[in-house]
């Protein structure tokens, strides 16, 4: 795979990166990949120039990841700086309830330091999250850190302690951004200069790429940041949170923006009362057959027969004329006329058996 991408922001500094990954999956060995970077900035700041070669391989849930990487930054008028690192990763998931634990060991210009974390995510939505780190670096001595942090769509508050050889620190922090755009406000966990305004209307308590961040406000918005700039970005609602009264027809999008762009994406949606109609034909006729059309009085598809002559509609009345097509001919179709029964606030739909002549 390769990937090549420009990108350029104007402002106080103006920022030109290109970047090309080449990445080879080696079957049983792993997967190998080699980045290249090359970034050009003005206003005073270094040019700055790397390459990284990584392995990782997986194995029963575990994972190491071996790299090495060379990095050259210049500051203007200057020569080159020559740094190189080396890494190895050691990642080892625990159960869902324990959570996931590491350690790493990394040389940076001849300086060796050693990392333990262990991190873990609490909630239906993984919107609680715990991450701890202790670490050790060469000739500066140990460190720990804490943070506890919950996401929601209005924001990220996180709450953090850090231990070192001469200091300790406790500090409270609050993120979250508001896009205005032409339906009106949106807030969300985080906003970016790459990001994606998703509208489902009726779609309200959705996740979106589920996360506990992005979730479908009652306005049938949300933001999802940190898109990939010309790259192929998927998208999804997760319809849990959902009304019941509300169906999504498609729950994914892929989209492709250029860097800085703020895209607009909108999943169609379908919202009213369910109902499950069972369809009867008269004893001496065939059954309904199996993905025959449902359509209304206009004329237009609202459902499709499956099994044991049933369909689940939304859009539909209290009374309504459907007609039942499985054929081009006269002898392939039939009518029922129906009157929705009382709405049980017990069940998700409705239900009804119905005649279709």
Not at 106 to 135: C, E, I, K, V, W
Not at 190 to 219: E, K
Not at 272 to 300: C, D, I, K, W, Y
Request: charge should be positive; include cysteine; charged fraction near 10%.
């Amino acid at each position: 795979m390769l990937q090549l991408n420009q990108v350029s922001s104007n402002g106080v500094s103006t920022l030109s990166q290109w970047l090309a990954t080449v990445a080879q999956p080696l079957g049983a060995f792993g997967d190998i990949s080699l980045s290249l970077v090359r970034s050009r900035y003005s206003g005073g700041a270094p040019d700055n120039d790397s390459y990284t070669l990584g392995w990782r391989k997986s194995l029963a849930g575990m994972s190491l990841t071996v790299s090495a990487t060379r990095q050259w930054i210049t500051p203007p008028g200057q020569s080159a700086v020559d740094a190189r690192g080396y890494a190895i990763q050691v990642n080892i998931p625990l159960q869902k309830i324990m959570g996931t634990m590491g350690a790493a060991i990394t040389s940076n210009a001849g300086t060796l330091s050693q990392q333990a974390y262990y991190n873990q995510s609490f909630g239906q939505d993984r919107q609680l999250n715990l991450n701890m780190a202790a670490g050790k670096v060469q000739g500066q001595g140990t460190s720990s850190t804490g943070t506890l942090a919950y996401q929601s769509h209005l924001g990220t508050h996180s709450l953090g302690l850090s231990v070192g050889p001469q200091y300790k620190s406790l500090s409270y922090g609050t993120t979250g951004g508001v896009a205005l755009h032409a339906g009106g406000l949106t807030w969300g966990s985080m906003v970016s200069d790459t990001m994606a305004i998703v509208h489902a209307p009726g779609a309200q308590g959705a996740l979106v790429n589920a996360s506990a961040g992005a979730r479908v406000d009652s306005n049938g918005y949300a933001i999802i940041a940190n898109l990939q700039p010309y790259r192929v970005n998927q998208v999804y609602l997760d319809p849990r949170g959902m009304a019941v009264d509300t169906e999504l027809n498609a729950t994914s999008q892929q989209t492709v923006i250029r860097s800085g762009a703020v895209a607009q994406l909108n999943f169609s949606t379908v919202t009213g009362r369910g109902l499950m109609l069972t369809l009867q034909r008269p004893a001496h006729m065939e059954e309904v057959p199996f993905g025959a059309t449902v359509s209304n009085a206009q004329g237009r598809e609202i459902g499709v027969v499956g099994q044991g002559g049933r369909v689940f509609m939304r859009e539909i009345g209290d009374d309504a004329h459907l007609l039942v097509h499985w054929g081009s001919t006269s002898h392939e179709s039939c009518s029922v006329r129906i009157q929705r029964p009382t709405a049980n606030p017990n069940t998700p739909y409705d239900s009804l058996r119905a005649e279709c002549r």
